[in-house]
């Protein structure tokens, strides 16, 4: 049975990707954001990010920044080519209104089977391969403070049948229960392992449930978003 996350949720099968996102909002509105970005019949990019603060400031630009991006995306450029041009753009905007946002890239070529990694001071992905885990050193500094994007650069993975990915914004593994402990990077990456044979949906579901267990559904400070990606078997 699928759990029910209303207009906040989102799947998608593209280019031999299951994908499953949902970002739940601290507050009526939010500053997370995650979004799913065909590329032609064979490819896919996928974002998530986290504006600064929440509430109706961080939306507006949550939302600005969505809009770049969703022009760089159209314009066949590279992850960096994209993330280049928001911090020279969206980044300056954010700069201006004395906020930043960080934000994490994805992009599947299905002919290769491989995915391209690239963070702008986002938490890296968790990639599921069998029994193996691997996070990607992928880092950067977030949008909003230079003009140019600075990090690490791209990392490359293939992807096999069956594996999955990871994205979360910070207010996920910092969710509190009524006890003040946090989630976790543990909790979760143990809660993938031991149901990543799911579709990504049903993956997605399962990690709600139990965030919402530990948290005992206590309203959180931060905005929580989730988004699965899994290569068809």
Request: contains cysteine; charged residues 20%.
């Given at each position: 049975?699928?759990?029910?996350?209303?207009?906040r949720?989102r799947?998608i099968i593209?280019?031999?990707?299951?994908?499953?996102g949902?970002?739940?909002p601290?507050?009526?509105?939010?500053?997370?954001?995650?979004?799913?970005i065909?590329r032609g019949?064979d490819?896919l990019?996928v974002?998530i990010?986290?504006?600064m603060g929440k509430?109706?400031?961080?939306?507006?630009?949550r939302?600005?920044l969505?809009t770049?991006l969703?022009?760089c995306?159209?314009?066949?450029l590279?992850?960096?080519e994209i993330?280049n041009q928001?911090?020279?753009?969206?980044g300056?905007r954010?700069?201006?209104a004395?906020?930043?946002a960080?934000?994490?890239l994805i992009?599947?070529?299905?002919?290769?089977n491989?995915?391209?990694?690239?963070?702008?001071g986002h938490p890296s992905?968790v990639i599921?391969s069998?029994?193996?885990?691997?996070m990607p050193?992928?880092r950067?500094?977030?949008?909003?403070f230079?003009?140019e994007?600075?990090g690490?650069?791209?990392?490359q993975?293939i992807?096999?049948?069956?594996?999955?990915?990871v994205m979360?914004?910070?207010g996920l593994?910092?969710?509190?229960?009524?006890?003040?402990?946090?989630y976790?990077?543990n909790?979760?990456t143990g809660?993938v392992?031991?149901?990543a044979?799911l579709?990504?949906g049903?993956?997605?579901?399962?990690?709600?449930?139990?965030?919402?267990?530990?948290t005992?559904c206590?309203?959180?400070?931060d905005?929580?978003?989730l988004?699965?990606l899994?290569r068809?078997?």
């Amino acid at each position: 049975m699928s759990l029910d996350t209303g207009d906040r949720g989102r799947r998608i099968i593209h280019a031999g990707i299951q994908g499953a996102g949902c970002s739940i909002p601290a507050d009526l509105e939010g500053g997370d954001f995650f979004a799913f970005i065909p590329r032609g019949e064979d490819g896919l990019i996928v974002a998530i990010g986290d504006v600064m603060g929440k509430g109706m400031r961080a939306a507006g630009q949550r939302k600005d920044l969505c809009t770049v991006l969703y022009s760089c995306t159209g314009k066949d450029l590279s992850l960096l080519e994209i993330v280049n041009q928001l911090a020279a753009t969206a980044g300056k905007r954010l700069y201006r209104a004395g906020s930043f946002a960080t934000l994490g890239l994805i992009s599947y070529e299905r002919q290769h089977n491989c995915i391209t990694c690239l963070s702008a001071g986002h938490p890296s992905p968790v990639i599921f391969s069998g029994q193996n885990i691997y996070m990607p050193r992928v880092r950067g500094v977030a949008l909003g403070f230079l003009d140019e994007y600075q990090g690490t650069g791209p990392e490359q993975f293939i992807l096999s049948r069956g594996d999955v990915v990871v994205m979360y914004t910070d207010g996920l593994i910092e969710a509190r229960n009524a006890g003040g402990q946090h989630y976790g990077l543990n909790r979760l990456t143990g809660i993938v392992a031991a149901n990543a044979g799911l579709d990504a949906g049903d993956l997605q579901d399962v990690i709600l449930r139990d965030l919402f267990t530990f948290t005992g559904c206590k309203q959180q400070r931060d905005d929580v978003t989730l988004v699965i990606l899994k290569r068809d078997q």
